[in-house]
């Protein structure tokens, strides 16, 4: 594991074990994994990226029409683009609650770990 991903993945356990060995209740664990992990964190950060660019893109697809469709097959001369900020909302809520849900599980296997087990497999 010498990778950056494997960096990242064993340097949040470390944290795990050592707070396990402090008095640190299951709860709290599992309130620092759905924290520290960033699940909710980076699912409202990639959600609000992912949203901005869409709404930009589309904006722009429709104010300056750069997908041309070919004038023989389709009655319109490019794709258009009817704007509502409501779907917008919709994705980004919708996208925000699963990664909430996403992050809930990790949180819950962590705070069972045993803190002898995670120091170990440093």
């Known amino acids: ?3 950056f991903a494997g960096l990242v993945a064993v ?5 795990l074990g050592i ?6 209740t299951n709860a709290l664990i599992a309130d620092l994994v759905a ?16 949203t901005g ?3 930009v893109t589309s904006f722009l697809i429709g104010k300056y029409h750069l997908i041309h469709l070919p004038a023989d ?6 794709v258009p683009v009817e704007l509502n ?4 909302v919709l994705v980004a809520v919708a996208t925000i609650v699963l990664c909430m849900l996403a992050s809930v ?3 819950l296997q962590a705070a069972r770990l045993r803190p002898v087990e995670v120091i170990r497999y440093e």
Do not use: E, H, K, Q
């Open 53 to 55: 660019s869409g709404f």
């Open 73 to 78: 097959m389709f009655m319109v001369s490019n």
């Open 11 to 15: 340097v949040p356990l470390l944290g």
């Open 85 to 88: 900020p409501w779907n917008f």
């Open 105 to 107: 599980y990790p949180a």
């Open 35 to 50: 924290a520290r992990r960033l699940g909710t964190g980076m699912g409202v950060f990639g959600t609000i990226l992912g």
């Open 1 to 3: 594991m010498t990778s």
């Open 19 to 24: 707070a396990a060995v402090t008095p640190a």
